[in-house]
């Protein structure tokens, strides 16, 4: 200590210490800083992504379900025109249909089987 007194180092060591502190302190701020804007950018970006993936999402859904529901109302109309022709396929045939499960019902074999005895 080159002619400085003990008092003087001391003073001097303490007031590098308080400075160190701050720059410490700064220095976390700054950090906490980027961490959160990085955080906030990260969250955009998400988003973003997000979005555009939903919208290709959508997008597939339209092509494949028609965008005003079109091919929603097509479908409809197939499956009615298939209903009304099998309605028309049974009523035409109803009368021999009734008459084929009379004749089984009426007409059975009651003879008893050679396995069988």
Same mark, same amino acid.
């Given at each position: 200590?080159?002619?400085? @007194?003990?008092?003087?180092? $001391?003073?001097?060591? #303490?007031?590098?210490?308080?400075?160190?502190?701050l720059v410490v302190e700064k220095a976390r701020k700054e950090?906490?800083a980027r961490l959160k804007k990085a955080a906030s950018e990260?969250?955009?970006?998400?988003? &973003? !992504?997000? /979005?555009? +993936?939903?919208?290709? !999402?959508?997008? *597939?859904?339209?092509?494949?379900?028609?965008?005003?529901?079109?091919?929603?109302? @097509? $479908? &409809? /109309?197939?499956? *009615?025109?298939? =209903?009304? &022709?099998? !309605?028309?396929?049974? +009523?035409? %045939?109803? *009368?021999?249909?009734?008459?084929? #499960? $009379?004749?089984?019902?009426?007409? =059975?074999?009651?003879?008893? %089987?050679?396995?069988?005895?």
């Amino acid at each position: 200590m080159s002619g400085k @007194r003990p008092a003087e180092t $001391i003073q001097t060591l #303490l007031e590098a210490e308080s400075q160190a502190k701050l720059v410490v302190e700064k220095a976390r701020k700054e950090r906490d800083a980027r961490l959160k804007k990085a955080a906030s950018e990260a969250e955009e970006e998400i988003a &973003a !992504y997000r /979005a555009a +993936k939903e919208a290709e !999402y959508q997008a *597939e859904v339209d092509k494949y379900m028609g965008t005003s529901g079109t091919e929603t109302e @097509r $479908i &409809a /109309a197939e499956t *009615e025109k298939r =209903v009304a &022709a099998t !309605y028309e396929a049974t +009523k035409s %045939r109803k *009368e021999e249909v009734v008459s084929m #499960l $009379i004749s089984f019902v009426t007409n =059975v074999d009651t003879s008893v %089987r050679t396995s069988e005895k």
